[in-house]
C-alpha cells in the first residue's frame, strides 16, 4: 500500500507501486482531471504538482511518489479560483480543454517560482502541447496570471462553477437563461 498525499489529504493507494502516478490518481482515486495524452512525457495533458515542482504524471510511479505531495488540476482551486484559471478563460485560451488541466499546472508551477515571467521563461516553462494552437493566448494568459497573483490587476471571468443560472446572467450577461416555454 502506497502512501501519498493528494490535494492535501493523506491517502493510501492499493495498486502496484509501478503503476505511473497518472493511473493511480484517474482509476484509484478518481480524479480525472489529470489528462492521458501520449503516455511518454512529450504532450503534458497529465501533468501534476509532486512537492511543488510540474511534472509528468506518466512517467512517475506510484512508488516514486509514495511520501510526496501531490497537487492535481482539481486541488489547484476547488472553484477555479486560482489566478491561471481565470487568466485562461478570461485570454480565451481554452478550445478544446484536453490539455488545459496540465498547462494551468505548469503555468501555477511556474508563478510559484517567479511570478513576473517573460514570453521566454513561459516557453521553458509550460512545454506543454496544444492541438489547437492556442500558444499566443497561453502565453498572455500566464502573463496576467502573474499580475493577478501580484496584485496588480483582477479578473472578471467566468462565474464559478455551481452558480444559478439567473445569477450567471448578472455576473456575465452574455449567460442569459433561455426564455420560458410560451405554452402556445
Do not use: F
Amino acid at each position: 500500500m502506497t502512501a501519498l498525499t493528494v490535494n492535501e489529504r493523506p491517502v493510501r493507494i492499493e495498486i502496484d507501486p509501478q503503476t505511473p502516478l497518472l493511473w493511480a490518481l484517474r482509476d484509484a482515486a478518481n480524479l480525472t482531471g489529470t489528462k492521458y495524452g501520449c503516455g511518454v512525457g512529450d504532450c503534458g495533458a497529465c501533468m501534476v504538482l509532486v512537492d511543488g515542482e510540474a511534472l509528468r504524471s506518466c512517467l512517475i510511479t506510484l512508488a516514486e511518489a509514495e511520501g510526496r505531495y501531490i497537487t492535481t488540476i482539481e486541488g489547484l482551486s476547488r472553484d477555479r479560483s486560482h489566478p491561471v484559471q481565470q487568466a485562461l478563460v478570461a485570454e480565451q485560451a481554452i478550445q478544446c480543454g484536453y490539455c488545459t488541466p496540465g498547462i494551468a499546472i505548469a503555468a501555477a508551477s511556474l508563478l510559484a517560482r517567479n511570478p513576473a515571467p517573460s514570453e521566454d521563461e513561459i516557453k521553458q516553462a509550460v512545454p506543454n502541447l496544444c492541438r489547437c494552437g492556442v500558444y499566443p493566448r497561453l502565453v498572455r494568459a500566464i502573463q496576467r496570471a502573474g499580475r493577478v497573483a501580484r496584485r496588480q490587476e483582477r479578473i472578471s471571468a467566468a462565474p464559478a462553477p455551481g452558480i444559478d443560472p439567473a445569477d450567471a446572467a448578472v455576473a456575465v450577461p452574455a449567460m442569459r437563461p433561455a426564455p420560458a416555454p410560451s405554452g402556445d
